[in-house]
């Protein structure tokens, strides 16, 4: 009886750890944006969803995975995180800086 149950708990670990294994996080490339549109709103997002940049506004264009960002900012320093983000966010191959300083 004491072997059926040890049997019994070390088919269910098994089956257990199989299944947690086919179970991934996705990469990144899985979720990099497939569209001009689905680029300029990832990068979007993430420059309203931002502590600095997240009070500014923006407009952001994307063509074949070249961002440009648009918009008046009151500092450089705001200026340079938006630059930064965008070329951060999967997808970007390079960002067109249009934003002015008011």
């Known amino acids: 009886m004491n072997a059926i149950i ?6 269910t670990l098994a089956a257990t750890m199989t299944l947690a294994g086919c179970s991934t996080m ?18 979007l997002q993430r420059l309203t969803q931002d502590a ?10 994307a063509e074949n995975g070249v961002v440009t960002l648009y918009g008046s900012l009151p500092d450089n320093t705001i200026r340079a995180r938006a630059i930064a983000i965008a ?9 067109i800086n249009k934003i002015t300083r008011w």
């Open 87 to 95: 070329r951060n966010t999967s997808g970007v191959k390079d960002v």
């Open 6 to 11: 040890r049997f019994s708990i070390l088919a």
């Open 26 to 43: 996705p990469d990144d490339s899985a979720l990099e944006p497939t569209t001009d549109a689905q680029l300029a709103n990832a990068v």
């Open 52 to 61: 600095v940049t997240g009070m500014s506004t923006f407009s952001v264009e």
